[in-house]
């Protein structure tokens, strides 16, 4: 089983004793989002355990920690794009964020820490020009410390979709798309870096950048030193490549204030959950009802 932590919200920058404490226990228990009373128990222990992908923005909390994660194969996600504070509210500047990454890479190596440009979005502010000078900037700063970046463009939830009409925000068109993929393709080489797109239908093998699979089992592989494969995770998006796995972390639990992001209905609903976080419950940011049917989850 890969476990993934999180595609929800930012474990490793918000709940890392939270997660830790997990491990030590031996297992999680996970509400499926649709249906309020249906958890599952995910086994954490190293026998159940093939590989963890960590997703953040700002994991600078694991840099003291690391030693306790030596049993698992993993690797991190890290979201690192330059945004303003009206896109990113709660988070550091993105040049504090940029040495974290270097200190992780320096501890771990370049293959475990995948550098993220996601979502790309336009604005009157956030042009293609804007985002082809801030990549720039970005790879410069990476160059030695990424080998691999992964780029995806903003797509318009329903949910997001009120806020980026007041911050004026669009998505991409089609010859944006091209153009940025030309533009990022160039920068990405002139550092050393490979380029991957998340979940995106547009093509821009061209430009040298490949469809890529955020869970991604050949690098699990390498890392574990085995052969792992798990099928393709059919509950994402089509053009997705990433293999099965189980999420346990919970929505509207992020602290670090996107405008853009998915996973945090709003204001209300984020300061409800965060009240009910305890370090020692087997839910984040949650408790156990007595109407929940609980099943161990096995992938």
């Keep these: 089983m890969i476990v993934s932590a999180s595609r929800r919200t930012d474990i490793p920058a918000y709940y890392l004793p939270w997660f ?9 228990l996970v509400r499926n989002p649709m249906n309020f009373h249906q958890v599952s128990r995910v086994l954490l222990n190293r026998e159940s355990v093939d590989g963890i992908v960590f997703w953040s923005k700002y994991p600078a909390p ?5 030693p306790e ?13 330059g945004y303003g504070k009206e896109m990113e509210g709660g988070l550091p500047d993105f040049r504090q964020r940029i040495g974290v990454f270097h ?21 009157r502010d956030y042009t293609p020009a804007w985002h082809r000078e801030k990549f720039k900037i ?26 980026m009409e007041e911050l ?23 550092n050393g870096m490979e380029i991957q797109t998340c979940a995106e239908e547009t093509r821009l093998e061209q430009f040298g950048i490949q469809k890529g699979a955020c869970i991604d089992q050949e690098l699990l592989s390498r890392l574990a030193g ?15 490549g990433c293999a099965a796995s189980v999420d346990i972390g919970c929505y509207d639990t992020c602290r670090s204030q996107c405008a853009y992001c998915y996973a945090v209905c709003g204001k209300k609903a984020r300061t409800g959950r965060l009240l009910l976080y305890d370090k020692d419950s087997p839910f984040l940011c949650g408790r156990k009802a007595p109407e929940d049917v609980v099943k161990t989850r096995l992938l």
Excluded: H
């Design 226 to 240: 085995r052969p792992l494969r798990f099928k393709k995770d059919k509950n994402q998006r089509k053009a997705c």
């Design 20 to 28: 830790l404490e997990r491990l030590k226990k031996g297992e999680v």
């Design 103 to 123: 200190a992780l890479t320096e501890r771990l190596g370049a293959e475990r820490i995948i550098w993220r440009y996601d979502p790309i979005l336009f604005s």
């Design 138 to 163: 970005l790879a410069d700063a990476l160059a030695g410390s990424a080998v691999r970046c992964v780029i995806s463009f903003m797509d318009m939830y329903r949910r997001i979709q009120k806020k």
């Design 69 to 81: 994660l030596d049993p698992y194969p993993y690797y991190i996600q890290y979201t690192l794009n």
């Design 62 to 66: 694991m840099l003291k920690r690391l």
């Design 168 to 190: 004026e925000v669009r998505v991409p068109t089609q010859e944006e798309m091209l153009w940025i993929g030309e533009e990022f393709g160039r920068i990405a080489a002139e």
